[in-house]
């Protein structure tokens, strides 16, 4: 303990000396600019005795402003917004032209306009300086985060109780590792990439760790939606053709993420796992939340109830987490464009192509909602809130463009990790009691691209079985990702349209990828197409499908036997398909129970088609440009984990389940469960009640408890 004081204090007066170094240096150059600030006497002086001045001027000014302008702040708060503004500038100036009066000898000497450009200056070169040396310094970080929750509590009131308030009941933080399975979470832990993650599963602590299974529909859209909302009814994929509107479904699209949300809440009578003083931050959908920031739902909303992006205008409106994000930012530009050069000189294999703006994506996805969310998450430990969930997608992103287990999506989960550890030390110094629950939505499964393996995409292949011109060179199909589209949302850009959504002629099928999953789908056939219909239009497609060695299963319907799985030279009704038989036979435990759950979707395609899986290697072929991949069955696509501390229920007991948790719409009990034993029953909707989305207009926001976290 008392080693890690001593750092702590060696570790701040570095950083004091090196500000002062800087402010003097400024000093001397802005002596050397403006003629009307000066450092010397009438007779001039040595560079040293000039430097000696400078130095001793930054000095005085600086612990001026260290032990003044508090006090003048705290004064000034019933000033007037717009006439503060203008005295903030008058007292920094006369702060410095009483530290230049603190100089021996009268060496220092400025009037009082150029006082007051010298003092902004200087105050701003510093505030960066010592900014700059304290954006690793996650303790800094943390301790500054605290102090201001401390002054915010106490100008309310709500200081807490002589216990520090964490008497009452537990709250509960979710953390969502989007994209992490369970089978990387344990070798990243063993490897020593997540010491915290280690630390809770061997440290003695009690944490337990358990793989759950995703549906057929392995994508953050389908797994979130139920995680938050109870319900994935009628989710094919992560996007889907809805013929009664002729419209595309894209779960990142806020359209749809509200559409979607609407849907489930309907369905349910439930307004959500988070109903209950809850935050939701970083995700697609609001969870029933009533403080929200970055939920990409909430960006189709219009006017004054318009929240997706305030997170970010609140985040970055306090200059040390611009300065410490902005860092990040660049850094992680520059780490991208350097591994993606290593990768092309070295020839590895898979490999796409990260050039043009995704160096940017990755870099919002890494460095900027990252910063942003946890920020977000400590804001509401801090105010104290019941429940919070909060999705970081950094290594989804990463590991769809390098692959699920590369060195590059490994340096991210050691980044991710950093944050998990200031999140637990942030619990130890809230006002109540926390529980985190770390979980993810899906996994990623390796594998070279379908378009890099056969030459051709999925969208070609359809086109030949039907008899319809290919182009003759493969085009790329486009990687669509949350994180792409979160950009968009945050820049307040239209999330656009891939060209397979728009068929050039309406009897042209519309073929659309979710990962390793591609769904067909032919507009001009009233309801769900029949695998007699589409024969007799295009008697080859189904038989170029099933028999390709890209693909590992059909699902269709025929009018006289039901729904049927197609394989190579297999036909097998779905009533009648089981695991470990004909086309699943390599998929698993539950994939028969999952292709049969979303063939009673109303939006199924008319056709859904699987990749091949080869369960040697765990590769698949995604259909989009992703060399990780998830959306469909195979592999560790299918297999996220769930990892939660002692003393709550164990998840098989909470849903009455055997073996492990099935499908998404279980792990939602589970939360739910855990809500329960700690603050009570979540408020369910009435049957005729209208549900709709809650905002944090009237009641106050992270930002509030936390100046500079989310709003």
Same mark, same amino acid.
């Given at each position: 303990?008392?080693?890690?004081?001593?750092?702590?204090?060696?570790?701040?007066?570095?950083? =004091?000396? %090196?500000?002062?170094? *800087?402010?003097? &240096?400024?000093?001397? +150059? $802005?002596?050397?600019? @403006?003629?009307?600030?000066? #450092?010397?006497?009438?007779?001039?002086?040595?560079?040293?005795?000039?430097?000696f001045?400078?130095?001793?001027?930054?000095?005085?000014?600086?612990?001026?402003?260290?032990?003044?302008?508090?006090?003048? =702040?705290? %004064?000034?708060?019933? *000033?007037?917004? &717009?006439?503060?503004? +203008? $005295?903030?500038?008058? @007292?920094?100036?006369?702060? #410095?032209?009483?530290?230049?009066?603190?100089?021996?000898?009268?060496?220092?000497?400025?009037?009082?306009?150029?006082?007051?450009?010298?003092?902004?200056?200087?105050?701003?070169?510093?505030?960066?300086?010592?900014? %700059?040396l304290?954006?690793?310094?996650?303790?800094?970080?943390?301790?500054?985060?605290?102090? @201001?929750?401390?002054?915010?509590?106490?100008?309310?009131?709500?200081?807490?109780?002589?216990?520090?308030?964490r008497?009452?009941p537990?709250?509960?933080?979710?953390?969502?590792?989007?994209?992490v399975?369970?089978?990387?979470?344990?070798?990243? %832990?063993?490897?020593?990439?997540?010491?915290?993650?280690?630390?809770?599963?061997?440290?003695?602590?009690?944490?337990?760790?358990?793989?759950?299974?995703?549906?057929?529909?392995?994508?953050?859209?389908?797994?979130?939606?139920?995680?938050?909302?109870?319900?994935?009814?009628?989710?094919?994929?992560?996007?889907?053709?809805?013929?009664?509107?002729?419209?595309?479904?894209?779960?990142?699209?806020?359209?749809?993420?509200?559409?979607?949300?609407?849907?489930?809440?309907?369905?349910?009578?439930?307004?959500?796992?988070?109903?209950?003083?809850?935050?939701?931050?970083?995700?697609?959908?609001?969870?029933?939340?009533?403080?929200?920031?970055?939920?990409?739902?909430?960006?189709?909303?219009?006017?004054?109830?318009?929240?997706?992006?305030?997170?970010?205008?609140?985040?970055?409106?306090?200059?040390?987490?611009?300065?410490?994000?902005?860092?990040?930012?660049?850094?992680?530009?520059?780490?991208?464009?350097?591994?993606?050069?290593?990768?092309r000189?070295?020839?590895?294999?898979?490999?796409?192509?990260?050039?043009?703006?995704?160096?940017?994506?990755?870099?919002?996805?890494?460095a900027?909602?990252?910063?942003?969310?946890?920020?977000?998450?400590?804001?509401?430990?801090?105010?104290?809130?019941?429940?919070?969930?909060?999705?970081?997608?950094?290594?989804?992103?990463?590991?769809?463009?390098?692959?699920?287990?590369?060195?590059?999506?490994?340096?991210?989960?050691?980044r991710?990790?950093?944050?998990?550890?200031?999140?637990?030390?942030?619990?130890?110094?809230?006002?109540?009691?926390?529980?985190?629950?770390?979980?993810?939505?899906?996994?990623?499964?390796?594998?070279?691209?379908?378009?890099?393996?056969?030459?051709?995409?999925?969208?070609?292949?359809?086109?030949?079985?039907?008899?319809?011109?290919?182009?003759?060179?493969?085009?790329?199909?486009?990687?669509?990702?949350?994180?792409?589209?979160?950009?968009?949302?945050?820049?307040?850009?239209?999330?656009?349209?891939?060209?397979?959504?728009?068929?050039?002629?309406r009897?042209?099928?519309?073929?659309?990828?979710?990962?390793?999953?591609?769904?067909?789908?032919?507009?001009?056939?009233?309801?769900?197409?029949?695998?007699?219909?589409?024969?007799?239009?295009?008697?080859?497609?189904?038989?170029?499908?099933?028999?390709?060695?890209?693909?590992?299963?059909?699902?269709?319907?025929s009018?006289?036997?039901?729904?049927?799985?197609?394989?190579?030279?297999c036909?097998?009704?779905?009533?009648?398909?089981?695991?470990?038989?004909?086309?699943?036979?390599?998929?698993?435990?539950?994939?028969?129970?999952?292709?049969?759950?979303?063939?009673?979707?109303?939006?199924?395609?008319?056709?859904?088609?699987?990749?091949?899986?080869?369960?040697g290697?765990?590769?698949?072929h995604?259909?989009?440009?992703?060399?990780?991949s998830?959306?469909?069955?195979?592999?560790?696509?299918?297999?996220?984990?769930?990892?939660?501390?002692?003393?709550?229920?164990?998840?098989?007991?909470?849903v009455?389940?055997?073996?492990?948790?099935?499908?998404?719409?279980?792990?939602?009990?589970?939360?739910?469960?855990?809500?329960?034993?700690?603050?009570?029953?979540?408020?369910?909707?009435a049957?005729?009640?209208?549900?709709?989305?809650?905002?944090?207009?009237?009641?106050?926001?992270?930002?509030?408890?936390v100046?500079?976290?989310?709003g």
């Amino acid at each position: 303990m008392r080693d890690a004081r001593w750092r702590t204090t060696g570790r701040a007066l570095i950083r =004091v000396l %090196a500000v002062w170094a *800087v402010s003097t &240096l400024t000093m001397l +150059a $802005l002596a050397g600019i @403006l003629p009307e600030f000066q #450092l010397q006497s009438d007779n001039g002086d040595s560079i040293t005795k000039t430097a000696f001045t400078a130095a001793w001027g930054a000095g005085a000014f600086g612990l001026l402003s260290a032990l003044v302008w508090p006090v003048l =702040v705290r %004064a000034l708060l019933v *000033v007037p917004a &717009l006439v503060l503004g +203008a $005295l903030v500038f008058f @007292l920094n100036g006369s702060l #410095l032209l009483i530290a230049l009066r603190l100089i021996p000898d009268d060496r220092g000497a400025a009037d009082p306009e150029t006082a007051v450009v010298v003092a902004a200056v200087m105050s701003a070169v510093a505030s960066a300086t010592s900014t %700059a040396l304290a954006v690793r310094d996650d303790d800094a970080y943390r301790r500054r985060l605290s102090r @201001l929750a401390d002054r915010r509590r106490r100008r309310r009131g709500t200081a807490g109780t002589a216990d520090g308030g964490r008497g009452g009941p537990p709250g509960t933080v979710f953390i969502q590792l989007d994209g992490v399975g369970h089978d990387v979470l344990t070798r990243a %832990a063993a490897d020593g990439l997540m010491p915290t993650v280690a630390q809770w599963l061997t440290g003695g602590t009690g944490h337990r760790l358990m793989p759950w299974h995703t549906d057929w529909s392995s994508q953050t859209g389908a797994s979130q939606l139920a995680i938050l909302h109870g319900s994935n009814h009628d989710v094919p994929a992560f996007r889907w053709y809805e013929k009664e509107t002729g419209t595309v479904m894209v779960s990142s699209r806020p359209a749809s993420a509200l559409e979607l949300q609407r849907r489930a809440i309907a369905r349910t009578h439930d307004g959500g796992l988070l109903t209950v003083d809850g935050a939701s931050r970083g995700n697609l959908f609001s969870g029933g939340a009533d403080q929200l920031a970055l939920v990409l739902s909430m960006a189709a909303r219009r006017g004054k109830g318009r929240r997706s992006r305030a997170g970010y205008f609140a985040y970055f409106s306090d200059p040390a987490n611009a300065v410490r994000t902005a860092l990040s930012f660049v850094a992680e530009v520059g780490r991208e464009i350097g591994q993606s050069t290593r990768s092309r000189v070295r020839k590895e294999t898979p490999r796409i192509k990260r050039g043009g703006l995704y160096p940017f994506i990755r870099a919002f996805a890494t460095a900027i909602e990252r910063d942003v969310v946890v920020a977000a998450v400590i804001g509401d430990m801090f105010a104290g809130r019941t429940a919070v969930y909060a999705d970081l997608v950094a290594y989804d992103e990463v590991a769809h463009h390098s692959g699920p287990h590369s060195r590059d999506a490994e340096k991210v989960l050691e980044r991710l990790d950093r944050s998990l550890a200031l999140i637990t030390k942030v619990a130890e110094q809230a006002p109540r009691t926390y529980r985190i629950v770390l979980l993810s939505d899906h996994g990623q499964s390796p594998g070279e691209t379908f378009a890099g393996k056969y030459g051709l995409t999925l969208k070609d292949l359809v086109r030949a079985g039907c008899g319809l011109p290919v182009p003759r060179r493969a085009q790329r199909t486009k990687s669509g990702s949350e994180a792409r589209d979160a950009v968009r949302t945050a820049l307040h850009r239209p999330v656009e349209a891939g060209e397979a959504e728009h068929p050039a002629k309406r009897s042209d099928p519309v073929v659309l990828a979710s990962g390793n999953l591609g769904l067909l789908s032919f507009p001009d056939i009233a309801g769900r197409a029949s695998r007699e219909q589409i024969d007799r239009r295009h008697p080859a497609l189904l038989g170029t499908l099933a028999n390709h060695p890209g693909v590992g299963f059909l699902l269709v319907r025929s009018e006289e036997h039901g729904s049927v799985v197609l394989g190579a030279g297999c036909e097998i009704p779905v009533s009648e398909v089981k695991d470990g038989e004909g086309p699943l036979a390599v998929f698993g435990p539950d994939a028969a129970d999952a292709v049969r759950r979303t063939d009673t979707f109303p939006h199924v395609a008319d056709v859904m088609v699987n990749s091949m899986y080869d369960p040697g290697t765990g590769n698949v072929h995604a259909f989009e440009e992703q060399i990780g991949s998830h959306g469909g069955l195979g592999g560790e696509q299918s297999r996220p984990f769930l990892l939660w501390p002692s003393g709550m229920t164990d998840p098989l007991d909470a849903v009455d389940a055997v073996g492990t948790l099935v499908g998404a719409e279980s792990v939602h009990r589970v939360l739910a469960c855990w809500l329960r034993e700690a603050s009570g029953p979540q408020v369910p909707l009435a049957p005729d009640v209208a549900p709709a989305p809650a905002v944090d207009e009237e009641r106050p926001s992270a930002g509030d408890a936390v100046p500079g976290a989310l709003g």
